[in-house]
């Protein structure tokens, strides 16, 4: 198993609901990544998690919550947010240097 | 300021045309990646370049690494609409488990 699967594929939300995001890979990987992607931009970096535990948060809103289950599993909690925060939501796993994706949720808040 | 600049941030060519995207900084790397995004989907890992100097091919696709390990550019034979996507390089930030990506090219091919 290469690839890393992320579900759902679409979400739309309103701004009182709570939602879980999604992520597994089996490839054995330590290091997980939450990534949120504009239109047209390159992903921003949300959360890493190296071990289950996690190491780099970059200064995400609360109403984000992530969470690792174990080593294959990565979950990203909603809740509260805002119509702003839709974007494409994208998981990533590493080994070494490199990052393997998986293709992302396309999340709208209304 | 942004450590990994691409350019251009926009290509838009025909089918059969030749074309170069370059990812410049003034650090060095140990290692650079290139991914291609479909729209929709998430990135795909092209190539890993590590070497300076080094050159790789990826059937159409020549990816080059400076020799000072500071910048890379990925050429294109012959586009085709299937090659049309989100460019990005990458480099891992030293000592950290962070991914910085380049500020991307966006390429379309005409049919």
């Known amino acids: 198993d290469t690839e890393v699967t992320q579900t759902p594929k679409h979400l739309v939300m309103g701004m009182t609901n709570k939602k879980s995001l999604k992520c597994e890979q089996h490839?054995?990987?330590?290091?997980m990544y939450w990534y949120k992607q504009k239109a047209k931009k390159p992903p921003e970096l949300m959360f890493v998690?190296?071990?289950?535990?996690?190491?780099i948060n970059e200064s995400v809103p609360s109403r984000f919550s992530p969470e690792c289950p174990n080593s294959s599993l990565l979950n990203l909690h909603l809740h509260a947010l805002q119509p702003e925060d839709s974007a494409l939501y994208l998981c990533?796993?590493?080994?070494?240097?490199?990052?393997?994706f998986g293709p992302g949720t396309r999340l709208t808040v209304l | 300021t942004q450590l990994l600049e691409q350019s251009p941030q926009f290509l838009s060519i025909q089918e059969g045309e030749n074309l170069t995207v370059y990812c410049n900084s003034s650090?060095?790397?140990?290692?650079l990646q290139w991914y291609r995004q479909e729209p929709g989907e998430g990135p795909v890992l092209l190539v890993t370049?590590?070497?300076?100097?080094e050159v790789k091919k990826l059937k159409r696709l020549t990816f080059q690494f400076g020799d000072a390990r500071k910048d890379s550019s990925l050429h294109i034979t012959a586009a085709q609409p299937g090659d049309t996507g989100l460019y990005l390089c990458?480099?891992?930030?030293?000592?950290?488990?962070?991914?910085?990506f380049g500020t991307g090219t966006r390429l379309q091919v005409f049919p």
């Open positions: 990533a796993s590493r080994r070494n240097n490199e990052q393997f």
């Open positions: 490839m054995g990987h330590r290091a």
């Open positions: 998690y190296s071990y289950e535990k996690l190491s």
């Open positions: 650090s060095v790397f140990s290692s």
């Open positions: 370049v590590v070497t300076g100097g």
């Open positions: 990458a480099v891992r930030s030293y000592n950290t488990d962070k991914l910085i």
